[in-house]
């Protein structure tokens, strides 16, 4: 009577007839593709709700099916149930973090408490429990196939996780916390976007912009002259500390007023301060591992990890930190002779050490990432790079179409076919920054794979690579051609899905297929095709390639030491009891990286507790870990092709059969020694990042 009560609670709201709200239907378009252009604002929240409801009713009826739990009528109805609310909530993901406004924020932050409650219910429900664990205490007698019975395993972990065999009290309490949780992340991310774009610095002199690129201060003039600052210049931050700006701005207050605001975001007092919402969120999350045992937040996320335990996470991290540090002293006091021979008379801060290191990256190997650009103009990169690789390794092509409706005039649209032109899947690309997209890249799937609900997938790459003027080439730095690269490697992984019950990968392993995609971005044959110059179709110049090549190890110390003090901040929030965690944000930070001797003040974390999205909005709370952790076996994955022959369909053949289209049916480390044939070897890794350890190899 009780889940009764709250369903009417929840769920009080006037339904749109279906022919009304396109959300409501399977849409008629290829592959299901979202019919952006019959979607209104006013569509989500009804039809979210509406969502929720019929699956509630769908949930219900499984749970007081009077015949016997089978496989068939509990797992399988499961799996089945639920379509109006996914459809309607990927649509409500995908605008909301690529083309939001303040209707759809406003709807996100009614929603997520709702969204929590619905979930609560569900996996909450005693009888629904009592079925799934009636048939997990017969699994071997059931004689499933290994992916159903994987499912069972999956399904039952996930009730227990959710606290299905909590007593009532703690069954309340968990009900509290998600919800609070839900909306306090709502809020960080909200706040996270408003001061972004709230915090762009505003230069008032075309001589305070000296080194940045003709185009570029193009573009700032017209982003001050939207915000009604004409004759002024605008430059926007991204979500990241470090800017990419600092690599060639001359006028070194400018570079200390950019990285002084991209610093201070969401912890200056204000409507948009997320200071209070960290503290609130770790203690809550803490207080709810305690109640479903766990010692702390980390050792709750971890144990469903490829990691398996917060002492293998620490001692990754906590391993690889002094070397890293190590090599970034020594770094800085490579960049602190080049400041001394100029006479600048200052010490190397952190707002001087991307100008730097880009004069000692430009005198060590007579090249600088200005010089590349011209070779990485977008489309190219995209067409002759990007899909010319998964051509040559996996067979497959692609074709742009412009018949399907898009939620933003830039977003581009393409059919993927398999070899024999077998229509495979549809891919979207969302590529450019706007004031209405949250930071970062990222992948997504619109549509999933799946057989058993018979859909084939539509997935997404979003980035945000800045605009270039009105009729000017998009050219990319070395950084977005490997971020495009990067998450096309997410994209292929869920291209090449074929399951019949579509599972989440482990978020240390999901990292794995897209770094594995980034070693094509300077293979010869591939680079070769690509990067040829904008204008006169010529190649980079083989000398250009090769400096490239040598400096792949340059200022990794700073790049590693950036990446790992973000990862073991996300630990220090997340190992923690709630009553261990201070009330001041800005001191516990400070003291964590005190703590993990990884506070160096000339390398800001990559990003401060404040705009971390990844771990205080994004689903990676406890797992920031996840991108070196996916490393390891990335790095060890490239010398694998490396030594069967590089890009070939033999290697692509094996890589998509063995790995990629399982999806997350199968353990994924398992998969992986089914790939390579063995346990993954750290050594490729510290080699790569120029960290190799004394003493021979590591493995783990």
């Keep these: 009577m009780v889940i009764r009560v709250l369903f ?55 749970a007081t099916n009077p015949q016997e739990p089978t496989f068939e009528n509990t797992i399988v109805a499961l799996q089945r149930g639920g379509r109006t609310l996914g459809r309607a909530r990927r649509a409500f993901l995908t605008i909301t973090g690529a083309h939001t406004n303040p209707t759809l924020q406003k709807a996100e932050r009614e929603l997520a408490p709702k969204l929590a409650a619905h979930n609560d219910a569900i996996n909450l429900n005693e009888a629904l429990f009592a079925r799934v664990r009636a048939l997990h205490q017969k699994k071997d007698s059931l004689r499933l196939d290994p992916e159903s019975k994987y499912l069972l395993e999956r399904v039952y972990t996930d009730f227990t996780r959710a606290g299905a065999q909590l007593g009532p009290t703690e069954k309340e309490r968990l009900k509290a916390i998600n919800g609070e949780l839900a909306a306090l992340g709502t809020r960080f991310a909200q706040n996270v976007l408003k001061d972004q774009n709230a915090s762009a610095v505003l230069v008032a002199e075309r001589a305070e912009l000296a080194g940045m690129p003709e185009a570029e201060v193009k573009a700032a003039a017209d982003a001050a002259t939207r915000e009604g600052k004409p004759g002024q210049y605008l430059i926007r931050l991204r979500n990241t500390t470090v800017q990419p700006q600092l690599s060639y701005l001359e006028n070194r207050d400018l570079r200390r007023r950019l990285m002084e605001a991209s610093l201070a975001r969401n912890s200056h007092g204000g409507e948009y301060d997320n200071r209070d919402i960290v503290v609130r969120t770790a203690r809550l999350r803490a207080e709810r591992s305690a109640l479903l045992g766990y010692p702390h937040h980390a050792a709750y996320q971890i144990a469903e990890q490829t990691a398996g335990t917060v002492d293998a996470v620490n001692k990754m991290l906590l391993g690889i930190a002094p070397r890293a540090v190590r090599n970034a002293e020594q770094e800085r006091a490579e960049l602190q002779a080049v400041v001394d021979k100029e006479k600048g008379g200052f010490q190397v801060e952190a707002w001087d050490w991307p100008y730097y290191a880009e004069k000692l990256r430009k005198q060590r190997y007579a090249f600088d990432e200005g010089q590349l650009r011209p070779y990485l103009e977008l489309d190219r990169v995209l067409k002759d790079g990007v899909f010319f690789a998964a051509g040559k390794e996996f067979g ?21 076919f398999d070899e024999g032109g077998k229509p495979l899947a549809i891919f979207i690309a969302d590529f450019y920054a706007r004031p209405s997209k949250r930071g970062g890249a990222w992948n997504a799937a619109h549509v999933r794979q799946s057989k058993l609900l018979d859909t084939r997938p539509v997935i997404a790459n979003h980035l945000n690579i800045q605009p270039p003027p009105e009729g000017q080439p998009t050219l990319l730095t070395w950084d977005e051609v490997n971020t495009m690269f990067h998450e096309f490697g997410h994209a292929l992984h869920g291209m090449f899905s074929n399951v019949t019950y579509p599972r989440e990968v482990p978020r240390d392993f999901v990292e794995f297929p897209s770094q594995v995609n980034q070693m094509w971005s300077d293979w010869p044959s591939v680079l070769k095709n690509y990067a040829r110059h904008y204008q006169t179709g010529k190649p980079m110049p083989a000398a250009l390639l090769n400096k490239v090549l040598a400096a792949s190890k340059f200022n990794q110390g700073y790049a590693t030491t950036e990446y790992l003090a973000a990862s073991l901040l996300d630990q220090a929030w997340h190992q923690v009891k709630a009553a261990e965690i201070p009330d ?6 400070a003291a964590a990286l005190r703590r993990a001797e990884i506070s160096l003040p000339f390398v800001p974390s990559r990003y401060r507790s404040f705009y971390f999205t990844h771990i205080f ?84």
């Design 8 to 62: 009417l609670t929840l769920f009080s709201v006037t339904f749109l007839p279906a022919q009304e709200n396109p959300l409501l239907r399977e849409s008629s378009l290829p592959f299901q593709y979202i019919p952006w252009d019959k979607i209104r604002d006013e569509h989500f929240l009804p039809a979210l709700e509406q969502g929720m409801a019929e699956e509630r009713k769908e949930v219900e009826a499984i």
């Design 396 to 416: 497959i092509t692609f074709k742009e179409r412009h018949d399907l409706p898009v939620y933003h005039p830039t977003v581009r649209v393409f059919d993927v």
């Design 584 to 589: 001041d944000a800005v001191a516990f930070e």
């Design 617 to 700: 909005s994004g689903g990676y709370a406890a797992g920031y870990y996840s991108y070196i952790w996916s490393e390891v076996l990335d790095a060890d994955t490239v010398q694998w092709f490396k030594r069967n022959g590089g890009l070939t369909r033999k290697n692509g053949d094996r890589f998509r059969s063995t790995l990629l289209s399982r999806g997350g049916s199968e353990d994924a480390m398992s998969l992986y020694r089914k790939f390579t044939g063995r346990n993954p070897d750290v050594q490729p890794l510290l080699e790569r990042r120029g960290l190799t350890a004394p003493g021979g190899k590591t493995s783990r």
